[in-house]
């Protein structure tokens, strides 16, 4: 409504100039030869501005005319660019709902329209995975590898793959590639670090976190830790060359970075110990000791005093941990180091107290080995017995794959992932198991064995 309204105000404005110069007095007189052409001025000017318009209309006119075909073809281009993004769309979604006809389907409809555009190889890529195709998948992300826009798309998708099939080597490859054409990418660094750990390439490790923590994508208390562990791995390296000083250096960080580290602190002591810093590692593990109390430490206290009689190893433990004497697992320690040295009733004194209900496995073999050794057969059998239902010993277990490993590593000897190994006791029998155990317990005693064992066989029976 505006701009006819404006429209309208530009005619009249241009009808009113022509009106007003054609009604001017004054004339323009043209003369060719004998030719005498004479017009008033204003009658000339309206002529000459209909006539520039006329031209500017008419070559408007031919411009389109002109244009026409171009911009159809244009035109048909955009609907089926259109059409092809929307098959990729729909590709993609099909894609994130596991729908594996439709995403294939979606993938060449989408190629066709878009004339192989490097996105519809992911799409293409994707499907075939959903389908199960490897190869296909793996054809698809070297061609996007091919092209330099989807080039690092592509070796991702490549790495994925190979780590799938548990192919540790060439994903490295495909990293390092990664690496080389895009330095410092997140995911790449990552993947270079979980590859490097796993393969226990510890020194290749270090460099690939010092990068993570140079972009601030590895920081605080989980780089101190990532940092602690490698240093452990890389001392046991070092020892295992031959090359005490760097054993020693290394072993000297990690216990820095994380004192609370079992396995830094038993490194360190035995190295010291064995540099013969007898008393510093002393001091290591028992102040390693007073913060937790891993068998690791206790085990490496032991190795230390290997030299000494069971007498003077149960002494020094005595001297050693007399702080710490109301702790449970000090205790159990110095009761083993009694029981070595033959003092039986030194060991009784010290786990009797913890030999009630719910004693560990521990506890109840020990109270076996003071029955034994006091000649109690049928004590040491009753405590046996118990040691078999007491909650079990903790061990090394991954968090990743539940594997149980002998010793702590940096990473899981099974699946390889970093720091995962954790010390805890295995996962509890189902509820009902021990109830089951303690009923034909209590039968046992009463004396009904019979009464009992009879209805449930005839009951297997039937439901066999
Ligand atoms: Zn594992």
């Known amino acids: 409504m505006i701009r006819l309204l404006w429209t309208l105000a530009k005619i009249g404005v241009v009808v009113a100039a022509a009106v007003w110069l054609a009604q001017r007095p004054g004339a323009v007189e043209l003369r060719l030869g004998n030719l005498v052409i004479e017009a008033p001025t204003g009658a000339l000017l309206v002529t000459l501005l209909f006539f520039g318009l006329l031209a500017a209309f008419a070559y408007r006119f031919w411009l389109a005319v002109r244009r026409a075909p171009q911009a159809m073809r244009f035109g048909r281009a955009g609907r089926r660019r259109e059409q092809g993004y929307r098959a990729l769309s729909l590709g993609m979604v099909a894609v994130a709902a596991g729908a594996a006809d439709e995403a294939r389907r979606r993938a060449r409809e989408a190629d066709r329209l878009l004339d192989g555009a490097p996105l519809t190889l992911l799409l293409a890529a994707q499907a075939a995975q959903l389908d199960g195709d490897d190869s296909a998948a793996r054809r698809f992300f070297q061609a996007m590898v091919d092209e330099p826009e989807t080039s690092l798309l592509g070796l991702r998708g490549l790495m994925a793959q190979a780590n799938r099939s548990g192919d540790r080597d060439e994903a490295l490859a495909i990293a390092a590639r990664a690496q080389k054409e895009r330095p410092g990418t997140p995911w790449v660094l990552e993947a270079l670090f979980d590859l490097r750990t796993a393969n226990g390439d510890w020194n290749g490790a270090s460099a690939a976190l010092e990068a993570l923590a140079g972009r601030k994508l590895v920081r605080g208390e989980d780089l101190r830790r990532r940092r602690a562990v490698i240093a452990v791995e890389r001392s046991r390296l070092a020892e295992e060359r031959g090359d005490k000083g760097s054993a020693l250096s290394h072993a000297r960080t990690a216990w820095k970075l994380d ?104 506890i109840c073999r020990q109270m076996a080995s003071i ?72 039968e046992l005693e009463t004396g009904h064995v019979a009464a009992v064992a009879a209805p449930s066989r005839t009951e297997a029976a039937r439901e066999a």
Do not use: M
């Not at 107290?353 to 521990?362: I, M, T």
């Open 259 to 362: 004192p609370a580290l079992p396995a830094a602190t038993a490194r360190l002591a035995r190295l010291e110990g064995a540099a013969g810093h007898g008393s510093r590692a002393e001091k290591l593990l028992r102040d390693g000791w007073t913060k937790a109390p891993h068998p690791l430490l206790s085990e490496t206290l032991e190795a230390l005093w290997s030299r000494l009689t069971p007498a003077v190893r149960f002494t020094q433990g005595q001297r050693l941990l007399k702080g710490d004497i109301e702790r449970p697992e000090t205790r159990s320690l110095l009761a083993d180091l009694a029981l070595a040295a033959g003092q039986r009733a030194e060991a009784r004194k010290l786990v009797g107290p913890l030999a009630g209900e719910g004693a560990s496995a521990r």
């Open 371 to 442: 029955a034994v050794g006091e000649g109690d057969t049928a004590g040491a059998r009753n405590w046996l017995a118990r040691a078999r239902l007491a909650p079990a010993d903790p061990a090394w277990f991954c968090r990743a794959c539940s594997a149980v490993s002998a010793e702590w590593r940096g990473a899981c000897p099974q699946c390889g992932v970093f720091d995962s190994l954790e010390w805890r006791p295995p996962a509890p029998p189902a509820p009902g198991q021990a109830d089951a155990i303690a009923a034909i317990e209590q």
